[in-house]
């Protein structure tokens, strides 16, 4: 194992360091959040077909990703639960959809596999 041993340490970058870190705190920890559910393979599938499609049921996502509904919707309850999607009732059916403030933090992400799809 390594250890560090500097000759000195530079106090005011270790200062503006921290200072970043504290000011970008409250949106570290809604990114590590999505990325921890969205570290999950299905979890970041469903995540890319609603942003691409926008919003969807489970029905649809169940035959999309050819899995049973029961599974699906555990999937959904962690992404609802993590505070991450949304719904909406049209009569018996429920839609889902991405939280518009957490559209911001994925689209980068989505570009980028759709981008390594165009272009291989």
């Not at 970058?13 to 590590?32: F, Y």
């Not at 599938?45 to 599974?71: F, G, Q, R, T, V």
């Not at 009569?91 to 991405?98: A, D, E, L, V």
Request: hydrophobic share 35%; with cysteine; net charge positive.
């Amino acid at each position: 194992m390594e250890t560090c041993i500097r000759q000195f340490a530079n106090k005011e970058q270790i200062k503006e360091c921290r200072d970043k870190i504290q000011s970008c705190d409250t949106s570290l920890k809604k990114l590590s959040s999505v990325l921890n559910l969205a570290g999950n393979e299905v979890r970041l599938k469903i995540l890319y077909l609603l942003e691409e499609e926008k919003e969807l049921c489970p029905c649809d996502l169940s035959d999309i990703l050819n899995m049973s509904s029961p599974a699906i919707s555990q999937h959904l309850r962690k992404l609802k639960d993590g505070n991450v999607i949304e719904f909406r009732k049209e009569g018996q059916t429920i839609y889902y959809s991405i939280k518009a403030n957490y559209m911001s933090i994925l689209r980068p992400f989505f570009k980028h596999i759709n981008q390594a799809v165009v272009t291989p």
